[in-house]
């Protein structure tokens, strides 16, 4: 039984990565082509997160919902100050790479 578990959490990890890569893709794509391959990135690591997470919270089942929501909370806040840090990184390191070129 557990064996049959584990299988069915990596095809379902499998799909939400393909799914989630190709969304990424294509949609990244309608603003800028050269970060497709990114925003395609991106969403796989952002979907994959949400389904082992959702199949923690379907196996841990001594976590009561008030636990579960605040849990996803704090993920959701822990995930967006990470693209935060990210985004400003980014912008920093475009900045010295435009003045270094003046």
């Keep these: 039984m557990f064996k049959s ?3 069915r959490a990596v095809v379902e990890n499998f799909i939400v990565a393909v799914i989630a890569y190709l969304l990424g893709y294509y949609f990244t794509a309608m603003f ?3 970060t497709a391959e990114i925003g395609g990135l991106w969403a796989v690591i ?3 997160f949400v389904a082992v997470v959702m199949i923690v919270s379907v196996i841990v089942t001594d976590i009561g919902p008030v636990e579960n929501a605040t849990l996803r909370f704090v993920e959701s806040v822990i995930g967006s100050l ?6 400003i990184a980014g912008v920093y ?3 010295l790479k435009k003045t270094e070129n003046k």
């Design 5 to 7: 578990q584990i299988f």
């Design 32 to 34: 800028h082509w050269g």
């Design 46 to 48: 952002s979907g994959v």
């Design 82 to 87: 990470t693209a935060f840090a990210v985004a």
């Design 93 to 95: 390191i475009f900045r």
